[in-house]
Nanobody, 121 residues
Framework: QVQLVESGGGLVQAGGSLRLSCAAS????????MGWFRQAPGKGREFVAA???????YYAGSVKGRFTISEDNSKNTMCLQMNTLKPEDTAVYYC???????????????WGQGTQVTVSS
């Protein structure tokens, strides 16, 4: 079993920045990909970004150029640097891990508890 613990959410004004972190209890083949999803009220869980153990990165079109995903493999920690935040980025952000890359949440086996990000206009 793998535990994921997120931190770093909060309230920020539009145009500001936040950094989310996700610490994994361990990395195995079942956690080859780590990523972030978000869920706004009344909406489904939406892919944000992902990174593989080999360093390949993937982004949703809505965040490309504003968000950067990175990983410190020695510490089993993944980060999401979010810049130029917009009110539409407001959501609960979830860390996830799975055996292969997908933009669909069903392919991810492990999930964090979620952290709230609120961007005010």
């Amino acid at each position: 079993q793998v535990q994921l613990v997120e931190s770093g959410g909060g309230l920020v004004q539009a145009g500001g920045s936040l950094r989310l972190s996700c610490a994994a209890s361990r990395r195995t083949g079942s956690t080859y990909v780590m990523g972030w999803f978000r869920q706004a009220p009344g909406k489904g869980r939406e892919f944000v970004a992902a990174i593989t153990l080999t360093g390949m990165t993937y982004y949703a079109g809505s965040v490309k150029g504003r968000f950067t995903i990175s990983e410190d493999n020695s510490k089993n920690t993944m980060c999401l640097q979010m810049n130029t935040l917009k009110p539409e980025d407001t959501a609960v952000y979830y860390c996830a891990a799975g055996p292969s890359y997908s933009t669909g949440p069903a392919m991810y086996n492990y999930w964090g508890q979620g952290t709230q990000v609120t961007v005010s206009s």
